[in-house]
C-alpha cells in the first residue's frame, strides 16, 4: 500500500482519513544522523532543527509519497508549509487548520476542514471515502490504540528499556497498520513474560518536545532513568484515548481530537497539565523529566508555568535542554545522573 | 581514614585529601586535552608531596565531566553532590549553593538536614560561566584576576545585552571602539553574569545562608554583583575553587567498603 506522509508536531492528523483513502500514513520524523544542509539552503539555521530535519526528509524521499498533508501545529510547523510548496516535489500538498480551541465554534470549524480534507483527496485519487470506510479505519486505529495502552502499562511492572517502548511508538506512525496490530499483538507476549520492574532503575514520568530518535532514550537508560509515562505525540497523546465508533466518523474524529491529551500548541495549557496531574495520580514516579530540543518554543513557553505547577503539587522535576545530535554530551548526562542521585 | 577527592573538570583538574574529617591538602592544575593524565598527574604529584602511597588510601571519589576516567575511584560520583557537601564542610547551615565553573554554572538547594532537593544548570551555552570571562578577558586584553578590582572603579555599568558569548564578545569590542571604560565594560560583563545566575536560581528558589562556590567566586566583582541583585550577602570559603574535590573526599569517608 502507497504511502501517505504527513507532518504534524502533535497529533492532530486525522489517519484514518488517509486509511480510508487506501494509503498508509506516515508521519515524517525526520533522520538526526543525516546533515540539514539540503534544507538549511531554506530555512534559517535558528529555526527548529526537527523541522528542518523534516524538509531534508521530504525534500529527499517527497517522490516515495502518494502525497503530503500539514496540519496546524507549532508556528515553525505552519510558517514552513509554503517553503515546503516551493521546494518540495510532490503531486498533493495540503495543510489542514486543526484550531488551537475546543469549543463548540472550533469543533464545527474543525469538521469543516476534516470534510475539506476529504473532497480534495477524493478529487486528486479520484476515490469516494464513505462513512464505512472511515468506521473500518477509526476501528483499526481504535485496536490499535488499546494495544498500544496495554503495552505502555506494563512500563511500570517489567522491565522494558526506554529504547523497546520508543520503537513501538515509531513504527506506530509509520507502520502499515494490519502489519503493526501483529506486531503489537508479538510485542504483549513477548513484555508480558519479562522480568519484573528492576530494582536499580528510577520510574519517571516524561514530557516535553517529541523524541524522534532512540539515542537519547539510551541515555535516560544509562542515567537509571525509566519513562513509565508520558505525555508526547510520539507516546501516550497518540493512543490515551479512543475515536468514538458511532454516529457520523467525521464528527467522531473532531471529538477525539477535543478529547486527547493537549500539546503545547493547543490552548489552555491548564488542559495539558490535567493530563500530566492524572498520570502521576495513576502511576507512582519518583520525579519528572521535562525535556526540550533547543529551540522548540512551544515547550519552553509552556515550561515555567508546567514546571512551577508541577513543583508545587510536591514532586521533583528537572528541566533539561537537548540539541538535535545523536551524540549526546556529558553535561546533559551529568544532569541526568543527578536528577537520578537526588530521587 | 585517609580519603581522596578527585573533581576533573573541563578546565581544570582539581584534588583533595582528608584524613578523618580534615583538609590535608589540596591542589588545582590545567585538565588539557588529557583528563587522565590529568589526574594521574595531580594525584601522583600529591600524594609524592604528603609522602604517601596510593595504597595509603582508603577511598577515592572522582566528580566532573571526566568522573568516568577515573579509573581507580571506589565511586563516582555527580558534581551537585560534591558542590553541596563540600559547602556543608564550611558552612553546617548552608542551604543553597552558587556554584560557578569554567563551562558551567550550577544552583544547588538544599533542606535543613542537607539533602540535595532541587537544582539548576546552565542551559546548553557558555554564557554566564568562567569561558565567558576567558573570551571577556582577551577581547580587553586584561588578566583575568583583575577583573574584580577593576569593576570596583567603574563610574557606570554597561549593559551587555547578547544572551550569546561570542556576540556579546563583539559588543564588547563595539563599546571599546566608542570610548566606553574598560571599568565600566567589566563591570556590565559581571552584572550581565549575575543576572543570567540569578533568573535560573528564581526557577528553584532561594534560601539562605548561600555559599558560592567554583573559580569564579575568587572574583570580587561578580559576587558584589550577585549580592546586590540578591539582597543577600555571599559566604565564600578560602577553598571556593577545590569546593568539589573536598565535598568528593568528605562523601568518599563515607562509603563502606571497597567498591572499586
Redesign the interface.
Known sequence: MERFAYYDTGHEFPEEIVMATGFTPYKILGDVHEPTDPADGYVHNYICPFSRSALTEGLAHSNEWAGIAFCHGCDTTNNQYDIWKYHVETPFLYWINTPANNNKTSKSFHARELRRFIDHLEKKFNVTITADKLKDAIKVSNKIKGLMRQLASLRSKKDIPNADYHEIVRKSVQMPKHEFIKELESKLKDWKKRPEFPSGMVPVLMTGSDITYPEWMDVLESSGLRIVRDDMSLGERYFAETIPETGDPVEALVEYNSKIPQPPTRLPFEARLDYLFKCLRETPVKGVVYQTL?FCEPHLLDL?FI?DQI?KAGH?VI?I???YTPVID??VV??L??FR??L | MLTVGLDIGSITTKVAVMESGRILYTDISFTGYNPEKAWRDILERTLSGLGLKESSVDRIVSTGYGRNNVSIAHKKITEILCHAEGARHFLPKVRCVIDIGGQDSKFIRMDDKGSVVDFAMNDKCSAGTGRFLEVMARALEVPLDEFGELSNKAKNTVRISSMCTVFAESEVISLISKGESRENIIAGIHDSIASRMVSMMGRTGVVKPVVMTGGVAKNIGIRKALEKKLGIKLDVPETAQVNGAIGAAILAQNLNGSNR
Do not use: D, N, Y
Request: hydrophobic share 10%; charged share 55%; net charge positive.
Open positions: 533547543k515555567p514546571v513543583k521533583k528541566t535542554e537537548r540539541e556529558q553535561q551529568s544532569r545522573e543527578t542521585e537526588i
